[in-house]
């Protein structure tokens, strides 16, 4: 009964996939469990269709399912597999299936220790022991325990194949080598496998050498990626802050024709009201002069109306009229037809020169074509020269400011507020803006080439101020064995052909920054991708007595 109990548990906590007991156990959405291996090398053999399914009843899942750890189960067969060991402490020395079993062990089989070539079988460690003790064994030849020990055999002869037909390219034994293949060029497995080896190590390398030029393609491609959209991001916010510039403008503008206009319009209405009101008070006055003569003219005493009409006061209303007559809204005609004449130029401006930009969005690259060749580089390089009222005083500048040395004591240089005081480097007179390439020799044990901000910090000896180790500053630290890139006091190993020679090149405007191994060959080291909020000087960091670093003149 108990057995059966054990038999029933067995079978509940094994995999339906493997059959064996479930190892780190996941549950899918439907209920069932299993291996995480197994069901994550089921769902791998499904991807291409995209349609994922369960083992054992067959539900699909649109989406991979994510797969979390079953405590419960995995608990369960611990529990299980603790039980089994306190039953039979030999049980893991037991074969399982997947296992090379003892060929001498009768009834449950003890896993192989070795298998032996002249023996064509395997042994536990019990039954290997006459190989270690008995002189009758001590010619034979153990390797590890094998399933394919049968293949090692000659089919022909029944003799262990130590040898290797180069010319049938397949292994033989010794009297093979002697018959059918006499002729051959054979040799012994051995020489073979040291061959094969070789070219296996020469193929690994290779492999190797694709696999980080691959990956450091890839990581061009993420930079690449990060231009394109730093690039798309740039161009859009500026292009925004044009096109509001110019609404505004359009807006300030209109605003300021509306009030010169309406200014031009009080000035002629109040001079039209002034002279209609001058020419209403001349009606009046002819009117009442009218009235008067029309009084005179009906005397009937003539002595009277001489006296009446010669006592009248002369009249003081001209009798043209001042009056220019213009034509409806003449005074801003001007205005309209200057206004129609902007409208005209804007829109040839909107639909046709808006046409030259989207053909400038097709045709440019985002992409910073950096170089690939060193004459590529060569036609960004630039002069540089180091500004001696940077050196640390255990620095010596000399070739025209363009080699540093470590000096043994302190070369007694002048205070000055740009020198770094506790740091063991020097920074160029010249910044660096756009595209500049410049190359670097260097001599001695550690010697940091770098570019940096001209605010970086200069007095003391903390993180402020050491190049690499703050957010001002990058540098590539060379030794004759290593390169190590620093950047904001994070250190990475980076891996290339040793130069005594280091490129460097930088397209501020793109935000690259690239260090480069420079002999027959040029070959990249490092690459960042960042965002330069300020020129850049190159810089020099020597720490050891003796050390150096000369900025080549480049032809």
């Known amino acids: 009964m108990e057995q059966q109990r054990a038999e029933l548990q067995t079978e509940t906590l094994s995999c339906s996939i493997c059959l ?16 995480r291996t197994c069901i994550s090398n089921h769902w791998d053999a499904e991807e291409e269709k995209r349609i994922y399914t369960c083992p054992q009843c067959r539900e699909t899942f649109i989406r991979r399912p994510a797969l979390g750890k079953n405590i419960m189960l995995a608990e369960l067969v611990e529990e299980l597999k603790n039980n089994r060991l306190q039953e039979d402490p030999d049980d893991q020395r037991f074969a399982a299936a997947e296992d090379v079993a003892c060929d001498f062990c009768t009834g449950k089989k003890l896993k192989a220790f070795k298998s ?11 039954h290997l022991q006459p190989h270690h003790v008995s002189a009758v064994f001590k010619r034979h030849e153990l390797v590890d325990p094998s399933t394919k020990i049968q293949e090692m055999i000659c089919s022909r002869h029944d003799e262990v194949m130590k040898m290797f037909c180069r010319t049938d ?37 290779d492999i190797h050498k694709n696999i980080q030029d691959r990956e450091k393609d890839v990581e061009l491609l993420k930079e690449q990626e990060q231009t394109i959209n730093f690039s798309a991001d740039q161009t859009v916010e500026h292009s925004k802050q044009v096109f509001t510039e110019l609404i505004s403008l359009l807006h300030r503008r209109s605003s300021e024709q509306e009030k010169e206009v309406r200014s031009k319009q009080q000035t002629e209405v109040s001079a039209i009201r002034a002279l209609q009101e001058k020419l209403e008070q001349e009606i009046s006055e002819l009117k009442k002069r009218d009235a008067e003569l029309q009084q005179i003219s009906t005397t009937e005493d003539n002595i009277q109306f001489v006296l009446s009409y010669s006592s009248l006061s002369a009249l003081s209303v001209s009798t043209h009229s001042s009056v220019t007559h213009r034509g409806p809204g003449s005074c801003i005609e001007e205005v309209t037809a200057a206004v129609s004449v902007l409208r005209e130029h804007l829109h040839k401006v909107l639909m046709e020169d808006w046409t030259k930009v989207c053909h400038t969005v097709e045709r440019v690259d985002v992409l910073p074509s950096e170089p690939t060749s060193r004459d590529g580089f060569l036609k960004y390089s630039q002069e540089i020269t180091l500004d001696p009222n940077t050196a640390h005083t255990y620095l010596g500048l000399s070739e025209g400011n363009r080699k540093v040395t470590r000096m043994k004591g302190d070369q007694h240089h002048p205070d000055h507020p740009d020198r770094f005081t506790g740091c063991v480097q020097v920074l160029s007179r010249e910044s660096l803006t756009g595209r500049c390439y410049w190359e670097v020799e260097v001599r001695g044990k550690v010697v940091g080439v770098s570019v940096a901000y001209k605010s970086i910090a200069r007095a003391g000896g903390g993180k402020d101020c050491v190049f690499g180790f703050n957010d001002k500053s990058w540098r590539l630290s060379w030794s004759p064995n290593s390169y190590t890139f620093y950047h904001n006091n994070i250190k990475s190993p980076v891996s290339g052909p040793q130069s005594s020679i280091i490129g460097v090149y930088v397209d501020h405007t793109a935000g690259i920054l690239s260090f480069y191994s420079v002999s027959d060959t040029i070959t990249l080291l490092h690459r960042v991708h960042t965002t330069f909020t300020e020129p850049l000087h190159t810089g020099v960091f020597v720490y050891w007595y003796g050390d150096s670093a000369l900025l080549c003149t480049l032809k």
């Open 169 to 205: 390219q397949q292994c033989i034994c010794f009297l093979c080598s002697m018959e059918e293949h006499k002729d051959h060029d054979t040799v012994s497995a051995a020489t073979e496998r040291t061959d094969k080896q070789r070219e296996l190590q020469e193929s690994r390398a």
């Open 116 to 126: 032996c070539l002249n023996c064509v079988a395997s042994y536990c460690e019990k």
């Open 20 to 35: 064996d007991l479930l190892k780190e156990p996941v549950t899918t959405s439907c209920g069932h469990s299993y291996c």
